[in-house]
């Protein structure tokens, strides 16, 4: 089984992109073996959180055994009632948090140590990407300031997203020697046998898998997972099981 905890759906509007309809987004999971993905509507990234997350619940409704959902909020956009109200008793989700695109410091925000401090009660996982996808035209996070964050809610797992290498790679490698409550991401792991230093280094279960889809090629996700020279078993919990046992815990 192949969870994939990076997705989206919508109108990408730095360049033309096709196929990003949710029916398209299934289409191309059926093609490289994924079998569901937390997907959240590019709406609530870029314009309106409150309606993108209704998008997003609405296309969960629809393909309710491929998609899990993915749903965010702007402190400074309406939304934030509505995010802490299906909180209260949630789906199996995820939050989302997207500091570039809503103008905010992650570690200055009150609304935002609200809802971490809820997804910590209900063990709801909180995905931070440090870039949306991996491509060096787009803006990236200051990872830095995440530290403190993650030691200050140390009940609520956090996913570190799209990290490539380097210095960001030095930052979620800091990040995940200090906080036993992190999980670093796999769609922009993009060094030469990456995955297998990484592995060896905190242990398979320290990884998500996830692939971006449909905004980058959703077949080279699961294809570095499986290429890699680990355990069959390091594998699948890559592909799934610690996804899975996640989600798994959510009150």
Not at 233 to 249: A, F, H, P, R, V
Request: aromatic share 12%; glycine share 8%; net charge neutral.
């Amino acid at each position: 089984m192949i969870l994939d905890v990076n997705g989206y759906f919508g109108t990408w509007p730095y360049w033309p992109m096709k196929g990003t309809d949710p029916q398209s987004v299934v289409e191309k999971m059926d093609r490289t073996g994924i079998d569901r993905v937390f997907i959240n509507s590019l709406r609530s990234v870029f314009t309106d959180p409150l309606h993108g997350n209704r998008e997003t619940l609405e296309v969960v409704e629809t393909f309710p055994d491929r998609f899990y959902p993915a749903l965010t909020f702007s402190p400074y956009s309406p939304g934030y009632e509505a995010l802490r109200s299906i909180l209260k008793n949630p789906p199996k989700c995820i939050v989302k948090l997207f500091p570039l695109n809503h103008s905010y410091q992650i570690h200055e925000e009150p609304k935002v140590e609200e809802i971490l401090r809820i997804c910590g009660e209900k063990k709801i996982p909180v995905f931070i990407p440090y870039r949306l996808i991996m491509s060096w035209r787009l803006p990236t996070m200051n990872y830095g300031s995440l530290g403190g964050v993650i030691g200050k809610f140390p009940d609520t797992h956090f996913i570190l997203g799209s990290i490539n290498y380097l210095f960001e790679l030095q930052t979620a490698r800091f990040l995940l020697r200090t906080y036993s409550n992190t999980s670093l991401e796999t769609s922009a792991m993009m060094a030469y046998r990456e995955v297998e230093r990484l592995v060896d280094e905190f242990g398979a279960g320290r990884f998500i898998h996830g692939s971006c889809v449909p905004l980058q090629n959703p077949a080279i996700g699961p294809l570095k997972i499986k290429a890699a020279e680990i355990p069959d078993e390091d594998k699948e919990k890559i592909m799934s099981g610690n996804l899975s046992n996640l989600i798994g815990t959510m009150v």
